[in-house]
């Protein structure tokens, strides 16, 4: 099975993106998001990058499918992973060339269009409320 790291890897590589890995983490307790770009500050003041993933929402299999991911139809798991990486993805890419707002600015969704065709800006799986 393919590791979260070298799939964040291969996507950086496809979109010839010149970053450095990141770490990518599963975590138990995020339940709201299905991914999450958090950057963290040290006691020495240096920042440190990760993308943390939910195991609720990614590990579920039953989905009716298909479900909307980025405004992308994904029809299984792994493409719904794939998008939502593709997603915290872009967060990393703005964060690490410098952008003031990493966020989901128009940078952001010019990016998530040319790079990978997302066609919405979410965190979620399916219509988020
Ligand atoms: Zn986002």
């Given at each position: 099975m393919t590791t979260l790291n070298a799939r964040a890897a291969a996507i950086v590589?496809?979109?010839?993106w010149a970053l450095p890995r990141i770490?990518?983490?599963?975590?138990?307790?995020?339940?709201r998001c299905a991914g999450l770009f958090v950057?963290?500050?040290d006691a020495r003041g240096r920042h440190h990058a990760e993308i943390r993933l939910s195991i609720p929402l990614l590990r579920r299999r039953d989905w009716p499918w298909p479900q909307q991911v980025c405004g992308v139809n994904c029809h299984?798991?792994?493409?719904?992973?794939?998008?939502i990486l593709e997603h915290e993805l872009i967060h990393y890419k703005l964060w690490k060339d410098g952008a003031k707002d990493w966020g989901h600015s128009e940078d952001f969704r010019q990016i998530a269009w040319s790079a990978f065709?997302?066609?919405s800006i979410t965190h979620g799986i399916g219509v988020e409320e």
């Open positions: 590589r496809a979109a010839g770490p990518v983490l599963w975590s138990a307790r995020m339940v950057v963290e500050r299984d798991p792994e493409s719904v992973l794939l998008r065709g997302h066609q």
